[in-house]
Structure formats: structure tokens, C-alpha cells
């Protein structure tokens, strides 16, 4: 399924996506997510999440701002969602940062996400390749992580997305490239969290590769947009939002994606 067309999809079907995510992303994700045509529900008790997961079109995990209760309650999510077949989305975030957060998310992994998204520096510090990440910021380029994605795509059997100026997908097979966005999405928190968020919604609707390819490019075509308008951070969010809610189905540029 093209972006356009997955993009018509998301609008159709409206899906209930669970987000697991963390305390700074909570309302910008929500907000993305309503924006682009998505339901999100924000559920994290340990005692909710495992009847929760099974009526909805996927989840999404984010260690962010993680605790063990939350861990509990993410390990017993990720569960459900592989035994009701409901497409999930794993965010390492920092994961290299502490011991505690680097084995909650090889624990994750374990349960098989169906697509894994982060910044260079947590792709390559997953799969062992080193990595110089500063806590939630990637100081790595995307083309130094593309080797560890193919690889965490075939060991895992999961679609992997770098993000960074030009996003990078892999299900170790096919690659794609995705050009677009804006240097100033680096300097709004949560952007990234957010985007994971997305990526969920587009896998409610359509097959994993496609929907993270979809995702992506929405998210570079809004960006791109709101760039040619914002005169900083904050006006630069308020704009986002607005072109992740004007784009329609036909209006996402396919020539952004290159695929190998
Ligand atoms: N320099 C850049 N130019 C254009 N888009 C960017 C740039 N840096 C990041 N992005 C975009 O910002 C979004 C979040 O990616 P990123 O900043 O890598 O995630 P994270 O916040 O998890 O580190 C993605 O859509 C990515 O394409
Ligand atoms: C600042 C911060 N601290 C813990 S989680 C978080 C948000 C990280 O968001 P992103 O990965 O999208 O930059
Ligand atoms: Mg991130």
C-alpha cells in the first residue's frame, strides 16, 4: 500500500491505537495522533493493559520515562498484543544510558515488536554496534546505524526505522529512504515519541513495512510544510500539527521514498 493510500486508510478507520508512552510525549503524541486521524488511548496500569490491548488496532511501548511498575505493565502489553496478533511498536528510548533501562529493552524485544523506531544511536547500540547517544538525543548519523537495522530486522524478524534527516526502514530485505521533514523537529521534545506513536496507527491499517514507510513520509511532508512557516521551535509545533491535519490522501509526495 503506497503512503497515500495508507494515509486514506487511517482516515477511514479512525483506529484505537494503545500508546505505553512516556510522561513528557503523553499529550504531543495524543495530539499527533489525533491530528493525522488516529484514537488514541494513553494506558499504563499493570491491572488494564492485557484486557486493553486486544480491542485495539495496535499498541505502542516507549520507555522514556520508565519505572517498574510501568515495565511490568509494558512486558504484560507486549504479551497480549502477540497473542491477540495486534501489531505493536517498540521505541528504545536512551536504552543505552543505564543498565536498568538497557535490559528493559532487551526484555521488550524479546516479546517480538513488530517494528522498532529510533534515532541512530539506539538502532546501533541494540544491536551492540557502539553508539554515542546523549540520553534521548542521537549523536550518531543515520547512515552509520543502517548496517545494525538490517541486522535487528533479520534477528528479530521486525521492521526497523532510523530517524534523523534522512529516515532509514528495513525489514531486511527491502530498505527505504525517506527525504523531508525539518531541522527544527530535533528541538521539539517528544517528536520522536510521537512519531512512534503514529507508526502504530499506520500499522492498525496497513501491513508493517508500508505503514512505517507511511508514517514516516506523513511525518516529513507535514514537516516540511510547517518549516516553510515556523520562526522557531514553538510556532513550528503549532504548524506541524496543522499540516499532519490539512495533508489528505493523494497530498503526501511519493518521491520522498526511495526503496532498494
Ligand atoms: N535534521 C533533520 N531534518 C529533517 N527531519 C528531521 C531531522 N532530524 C530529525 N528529523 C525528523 O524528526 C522526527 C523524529 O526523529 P528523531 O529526532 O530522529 O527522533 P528522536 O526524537 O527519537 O531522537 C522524524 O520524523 C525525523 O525524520
Ligand atoms: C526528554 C525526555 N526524557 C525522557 S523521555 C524524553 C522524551 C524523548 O523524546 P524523543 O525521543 O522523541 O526526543
Ligand atoms: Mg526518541
Not at 499527533?32 to 484486557?51: C, K, N, T
Not at 495486534?86 to 529493552?105: C, E, I, S
Not at 515488536?113 to 544511536?121: D, E, F, H, K
Not at 526505522?161 to 527525504?179: K, L, S, W, Y
Request: charged share 15%; glycine share 10%; net charge negative.
Amino acid at each position: 500500500m503506497t503512503p497515500n493510500a495508507a494515509l486514506d486508510a487511517l482516515r477511514t478507520q479512525a483506529p484505537l491505537v494503545h500508546c505505553m508512552t512516556n510522561y513528557v510525549a503523553m499529550n504531543i503524541a495524543a495530539n499527533v495522533m489525533l491530528a493525522a486521524g488516529a484514537s488514541p488511548a494513553m494506558i499504563h496500569a499493570e491491572e488494564e493493559v492485557a484486557d486493553f490491548t486486544p480491542i485495539c488496532g495496535a499498541l505502542t511501548i516507549n520507555i522514556g520515562t520508565l519505572s517498574p511498575p510501568w515495565l511490568t505493565a509494558m512486558l504484560k502489553a507486549a504479551g497480549s498484543a502477540n497473542t491477540a496478533s495486534v501489531p505493536w511498536v517498540l521505541d528504545p528510548v536512551a536504552h543505552f544510558a543505564t543498565p536498568y533501562r538497557g535490559d528493559a529493552a532487551r526484555q521488550l524485544l524479546g516479546f517480538k515488536p513488530t517494528i522498532l523506531r529510533g534515532n541512530a544511536s539506539e538502532i546501533m547500540a541494540l544491536s551492540g554496534a557502539g553508539g554515542a547517544g546523549k540520553g534521548a538525543d542521537s549523536g550518531d548519523e543515520v547512515a552509520a546505524a543502517k548496517d545494525s537495522a538490517i541486522t535487528l530486522a533479520t534477528t528479530h524478524g521486525c521492521v526497523v526505522a532510523i530517524t534523523g534527516p534522512v529516515d532509514f526502514v528495513t525489514d531486511g530485505t527491502r530498505q527505504a529512504e525517506i527525504t523531508g521533514g525539518d531541522a527544527m523537529m530535533p528541538k521539539i521534545t517528544a517528536l520522536g515519541c510521537a512519531l512512534t506513536a503514529l507508526t502504530g496507527a499506520y500499522a492498525a491499517v496497513t501491513p508493517p513495512l508500508e505503514a512505517t514507510v507511511a508514517a514516516l513520509t506523513h511525518f516529513a511532508e507535514a514537516g516540511e510544510q510547517a518549516g516553510k512557516v515556523a520562526s522557531g521551535p514553538g510556532s513550528f509545533s503549532l504548524h506541524f500539527l496543522d499540516h499532519l491535519h490539512l495533508i489528505q490522501p493523494g497530498d503526501l509526495d511519493e518521491g520522498r521514498v526511495t526503496w532498494s
